[in-house]
């Protein structure tokens, strides 16, 4: 089911593992008790927080980071 919440107001954080000369890359943001905010850089709109945004609860982030440096996940 998607829904609607406007996250611009979050200070968005990017991956250790985003390269040094600022490239695109993943971004979470703290501030939403039980939600973690996780979005692709290169999409959003001029940084500003207008493209589109997973809303993950707190529980679900550990496995889903999980299964991605396992590389369990495919496009």
């Not at 089911?1 to 985003?18: E, F, H, N």
Request: with cysteine; charged share 20%.
């Amino acid at each position: 089911m998607a829904s609607t919440r406007s996250v611009s107001w979050v200070a968005w954080r990017k991956s250790s593992y985003s390269n040094g000369d600022g490239g695109h890359c993943v971004e979470v943001a703290d501030g939403i008790p039980g939600l973690v905010p996780v979005r692709d850089s290169k999409v959003s709109r001029d940084g500003d927080g207008d493209g589109p945004v997973l809303l993950l609860t707190a529980r679900a982030w550990a496995p889903f980071v999980t299964a991605l440096s396992r590389g369990a996940l495919t496009a």
